[in-house]
């Protein structure tokens, strides 16, 4: 039954993708009235996602027509009706309205290139946005901003998406380092994590609290901790898809960047004034060798990122080419000795072509990307795993049967080379070259303003002959036809062609190795189910309620051994997380608030066979460490005349352990003589996860203000402190030398950033 629906998942979506080519003929050949409007900052020439443009009928003032702008700065509107006049309005908040007279003759296609100038908030944007239509619902989806990543403290000027993104309720870290986000009970190697449309693989680095991506080179990130939609393949637990800023288009602008914790330089400016840029950004941690001085403690951790970027925004086409590099190495617990390194190299283009000979908007994206990570002793690499990849995609649009239609095509060539040493004893050497290919449709049916329904169906197919079979939906209904309140669902099927196995008993190490699904081996897969519900009283204040189930199976969990060491077996387990979301936000002139509380539970199931032989129980049920069951996270900023104050405090329940059972001496006999032969001290562990490390909370405070100081330049600058009150919360404890080791200490900061 399985194998029918996969077959018939690829003909349907094959039929679509050549019913939609020759249907995209055929249309042009009619050539629809329609308006394509690109919006972008008259300051800098950037576009502007979430415009409003509107065609309103110059005779009856009346609302005729509406679209709203994508990433792009791109929207459109199909089958206008031709012979009326027509008052072009768009708008924008913190934008003078921008309003043209127009009229269509049968068949006429514009483009519109328009440039909004800054000014102060306009009264009749609100009315705007009464009127606006569901396009996605909101369910699983968090859509986030440079300003919202702006408002969290994080020792340097500016914000980070790393930060802000552990601000959400269903995001987990295992401490203050590492790199690695678990959201809503899925682990790391289960999300997919985009730049312009290309995958990094791991892009936070070794201090949680930074990422590759800080707020002043994020135009927005749309994050789903689950149930997204058919367009994202590869991934079974959620995916954060960050859009960058082109370089300013109008005008040239450096800065330099200086903290204890990193530096930077920025160089960004036109190359063809309005229409082509370039934007360099380079960082480099400098926390190991100020860390002693400002906490008392050694912070062996160092990294770097480095971003360029050129931009083209023509009459017809807008691309982006990007390169990037990251690099990671330290210690995560330095009573160890042992580092960890990791690395990210991406580089390719998104285009996306709007031409009037084009139907509709046609997106290509070609490029590179490459990840490794390591671990062993400061002298040698023990153990490396990577995987590269040459990916193409291509992404259209349609419509069929009254219905828009988002479709696609893609290919994904990667070639994996992992090398090991003893640790992974079910586990050797290898080097694997895998092709795979891509399809998707997803259908959107709006009959009106205030209900939307997207169906849609994705199939991966691998030449190891794997073949995934992924329906999904999402919906969205507004019971009284506004934005004041909107009920939500989403779900689907989801799978990945790949495994990430690590260490999950120890949480000092962030080593993975990647690794295919070989030929008839079950693939790992997922269920989600999420239903949302949002409200927003007034202009300021709004709340969210949301209640979510992923169903996990095929997971990659290491094999549990009653005594301490480093051989790591594998085994299958399946999971289960649920659990639900509160959010409430003020957004006024001068303050912002919000308070999110999150609670979850998180099982993994698993035959006792194949994880331990002391296990008693057929089926074993245990809760993995990423399992936390409460999360408070309130976040405050306040303008005060030229100052602008932040703070962030989080409360989290702890997470699982193993504790310790007890302690003896091995003697392995008749190998070795009793009477010899001292043996070989052994920790011997009680029942897995079977106890929780204690709770903590940890308040992050900065206060910033801005300078001119002539001649086009301005100083910012920021005063801040992390882990305010210096509480002690626990980041591990570490068995073989029975000491506690704690997350980052007070740790007081002040930042500059100069620039023009």
Excluded at 68 to 74: A, F, K, Q, Y
Excluded at 202 to 215: Q, V
Excluded at 650 to 666: A, N
Aim: charged share 20%; aromatic share 12%; hydrophobic share 35%.
């Amino acid at each position: 039954m399985n194998l029918l629906l996969k077959n018939i998942s690829i003909v349907v979506l094959l039929s679509l993708l050549l019913l939609g080519i020759y249907s995209g003929k055929v249309y042009a050949q009619q050539q629809t009235t329609l308006l394509r409007a690109v919006v972008n900052a008259a300051e800098d020439g950037n576009p502007l996602p979430g415009a409003n443009v509107v065609l309103i009928d110059e005779e009856t003032e009346e609302v005729r027509y509406y679209c709203v702008t994508d990433s792009d700065g791109l929207c459109e509107i199909r089958n206008i009706r031709p012979g009326t006049n027509y008052l072009l309005r768009v708008t924008f908040v913190g934008y003078k309205a921008y309003r043209e007279s127009v009229s269509f003759e049968a068949g006429e296609r514009k483009i519109e290139q328009i440039s909004l100038e800054t000014a102060v908030t306009e009264i009749e944007e609100v009315r705007v946005e009464e009127r606006r239509y569901i396009t996605t619902g909101e369910a699983g989806v968090r859509r986030i901003d440079d300003v919202d990543i702006a408002r969290i403290p994080s020792p340097g000027v500016g914000g980070d998406l790393a930060s802000y993104l552990q601000t959400e309720p269903g995001v987990i870290t295992a401490g203050d380092r590492g790199g690695n986000l678990f959201i809503r009970g899925g682990t790391p190697e289960q999300n997919l994590v985009l730049v312009d449309n290309m995958p990094v693989f791991k892009p936070f680095h070794i201090s949680n609290l930074y990422s590759a991506f800080p707020d002043e080179i994020i135009q927005n990130v749309n994050m789903f901790a689950g149930g997204f939609g058919s367009e994202y393949t590869g991934a079974t637990s959620a995916v954060i898809d960050v859009n960058l800023r082109p370089g300013n288009k109008v005008e040239s602008r450096y800065g330099v960047e200086a903290s204890p914790y990193l530096m930077g330089l920025q160089l960004e400016g036109p190359t063809k004034k309005n229409r082509q840029s370039y934007m360099l950004l380079g960082r480099f941690s400098t926390i190991e060798q100020f860390g002693p001085t400002l906490t008392g403690e050694d912070i062996p951790v160092q990294f770097y990122d480095i971003m360029g970027r050129y931009s083209i925004q023509e009459s017809n086409v807008s691309c982006n080419f990007t390169a990037l590099r990251t690099q990671d190495k330290g210690q995560i617990v330095p009573l160890r000795n042992i580092d960890h390194s990791w690395s990210n190299t991406v580089f390719g283009g998104r285009c996306v072509g709007f031409d009037e000979e084009f139907n509709y908007p046609v997106e290509a994206t070609l490029g590179y990307s490459h990840f490794n990570n390591s671990e062993g002793a400061p002298d040698r690499t023990e153990r490396n795993s990577s995987l590269g990849q040459i990916f193409m995609n291509i992404d259209m649009q349609q419509r069929l049967f009254g219905m828009a239609v988002d479709y696609g095509l893609g290919l994904n060539f990667r070639f994996y080379n992992t090398e090991l040493a003893e640790r992974f004893t079910s586990l050797q050497s290898f080097a694997r070259k895998v092709a795979i290919v891509k399809l998707y449709s997803s259908f959107d049916w709006s009959p009106n303003s205030y209900f939307s329904l997207q169906p849609g169906l994705a199939t991966q197919m691998s030449t190891d002959l794997q073949i995934t079979f992924e329906p999904r939906i999402r919906m969205a209904w507004r019971p009284d036809g506004t934005d004041r309140q909107e009920i939500s669902l989403a779900a689907g099927q989801y799978a990945q062609l790949m495994s990430g196995i690590s260490d999950e008993r120890d949480v000092g190490t962030v080593f993975t190795v990647l690794k295919p699904i070989e030929q008839n081996d079950p693939y790992p897969s997922a269920l989600h189910g999420i239903l949302g519900y949002q409200r927003r009283f007034g202009s300021n204040f709004s709340a969210n309620l949301e209640g979510f189930v992923k169903k996990h199976e095929n997971i990659s969990v290491s094999k549990w051994d009653p005594e301490v060491g480093i051989e790591i077996e594998t085994a299958l387990a399946d999971g289960l997380a649920y659990g639900f979301d509160l959010s409430f936000q003020f957004n006024g002139d001068r303050f912002f608030g919000s308070v999110g509380y999150g609670w979850s539970k998180v099982e993994y199931e698993a035959v006792s066979g194949d994880l331990g032989a002391w296990i008693e129980e057929s089926i074993f049920e245990y809760n993995p460490p990423h399992d936390q069951r409460h999360k408070l996270n309130t976040v405050f900023s306040y303008e005060i005349g030229k100052f602008t104050a932040n703070a962030r405090w989080e409360f989290g329940t702890g997470r699982p352990y193993t504790q310790i059972f007890g302690f003896d001496v091995s003697v392995q006999v008749p190998r070795e003589d009793p009477s010899v032969d001292p043996g070989t001290a052994r920790t011997l562990f009680s029942h897995p996860y079977g106890e929780r490390l204690p709770y903590y909370h940890r308040l992050d405070l900065s206060v910033s203000r801005a300078f001119e100081i002539g001649s086009g330049w301005k100083l910012d600058t920021q005063l801040g402190a992390i882990n305010t009150y210096d509480r002690n919360n626990v980041f591990s404890f570490d068995f073989n030398t029975i000491q506690r080791v704690d997350q980052t200490p007070l740790l007081p900061y002040l930042s500059f950033k100069l620039g023009k």
